[in-house]
């Protein structure tokens, strides 16, 4: 098992916004989360990547108790995030962010002093970034900042994947920005993650996104997981209905 959570609890006051969440996670699974606002999707992700501590629960990542691991410790085992509001230099070009995350992550931060931005990295960065279909030629010479949503969002998940991460979880990763580029921005990632071997897990607010790019949803309600099936049996769930998609 890759990624496992048991009996995970967090309290806000008197808000429950993980009550008594257990889920496993296999190797290759893509994984669709859904839930309305508020229902403690963000939380479970903050607890897995450490930003949150939970009341109580083990997560255990292969095999492995990492409750107490700190946010950067999570990270260099091998889970990685994006966040629902962007994490990347906003003045930056987009190569740079892409080549400062690489040092970071091979742990080269003095490398910034020499050659960081050697003709090698530049031309590693680009290659990352056409295995993501981004439009190289139209926006490598941008700052993050005067990037359209869709690519910076595309930029964003890609500088989550630095560092080749076991297991990425991706917080609204297509939220702003219209249908038609989700479709192609899922599609783009998701190939390109599948390559690198990650297992994803992502939340969504778009069914028709959900039910077409996850093997796997979990459905979250009031701090709990209400369904974890494939996507036609959760969104046949009664409950699931009522509470999360409508039409009961
Ligand atoms: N840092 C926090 N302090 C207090 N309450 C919080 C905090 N983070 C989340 N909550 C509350 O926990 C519940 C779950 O929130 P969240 O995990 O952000 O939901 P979702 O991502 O599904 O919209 C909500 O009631 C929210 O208001
Ligand atoms: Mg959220």
């Given amino acids: 098992m890759l990624l496992e959570v048991k009996n995970l609890n967090k309290k806000f006051g008197s808000v429950s916004?993980?009550?008594?969440?257990?889920?496993?996670?296999?190797?290759?699974?893509?994984?669709?989360?859904?839930?309305?606002?508020?229902?403690?999707?963000?939380?479970?992700?903050?607890i897995i990547t450490g930003?949150?501590?939970?009341?109580?629960?083990?997560?255990?990542?292969?095999?492995?108790?990492?409750?107490?691991?700190?946010?950067?410790?999570?990270?260099n085992i091998g889970i990685h995030r994006s966040f629902q509001i962007p994490q990347v230099f906003e003045n930056l070009g987009v190569l740079e962010n892409i080549i400062i995350t690489e040092l970071v992550a091979k742990n080269k931060q003095n490398a910034l002093f020499e050659d960081a931005y050697s003709k090698k990295n530049y031309q590693n960065a680009i290659k990352l970034l056409e295995k993501f279909s981004f439009d190289v030629d139209k926006f490598k010479d941008k700052t993050v900042k005067e990037l359209p949503q869709g690519a910076r969002k595309v930029l964003d998940i890609l500088i989550?994947?630095?560092?080749?991460?076991?297991?990425?979880?991706?917080?609204?990763?297509?939220?702003?920005?219209?249908?038609?580029?989700?479709?192609v921005i899922m599609k783009n990632i998701l190939r390109a993650i599948k390559e690198f071997n990650i297992s994803v897990l992502f939340i969504e607010h778009d069914m028709e996104i959900v039910e077409k790019f996850s093997e796997r949803v979990v459905a979250f309600y009031n701090g709990e997981i209400i369904a974890d099936d494939k996507p036609s049996k959760v969104f046949n769930q009664n409950n699931v209905k009522k509470f999360i998609i409508g039409g009961l």
């Fill in 51 to 75: 930003y949150l501590k939970p009341d109580s629960g083990v997560i255990l990542y292969e095999g492995k108790n990492i409750t107490k691991f700190n946010v950067q410790e999570i990270k």
């Fill in 160 to 183: 989550a994947i630095i560092g080749k991460p076991k297991v990425i979880l991706l917080d609204e990763p297509t939220s702003g920005i219209s249908t038609d580029e989700k479709n």
């Fill in 17 to 46: 916004a993980a009550n008594n969440i257990n889920f496993k996670m296999n190797e290759n699974e893509i994984i669709g989360v859904i839930g309305a606002n508020g229902a403690g999707k963000t939380t479970f992700c903050n």
